[in-house]
């Protein structure tokens, strides 16, 4: 059996943000031959907050992070919503 690794797009959307004192690295990726792109956000202290649902495309996840920025501002984005560590957006 001839098993491959599935590779990983990186949206060009991918960049480290600041605002509000806090820079975050914003992770924008899909695996390559499967719908939806995935919003992850990873701190200075290396904690991840991940959104639960794929985005049609790479645009609507920036623009999603976008929006919460000028909405709520960074620090809220990542704030903890479960005991989890993850946070459900």
Known sequence: MNERTPKVVISPFSQAFTADGITVDVQIYRIEGVDGWT???????????????????????????????????????????????????
Do not use: Y
């Open 39 to 89: 919003l992850e956000l990873v701190d200075g202290e290396n904690i991840s907050i991940t959104w639960t649902d794929p985005f049609p495309s790479d645009q609507e996840a920036w623009d999603e992070f976008a929006s919460g920025v000028q909405l709520l501002g960074l620090k809220a984005l990542l704030e903890i919503d479960d005991d989890e560590g993850t946070t459900v957006h």
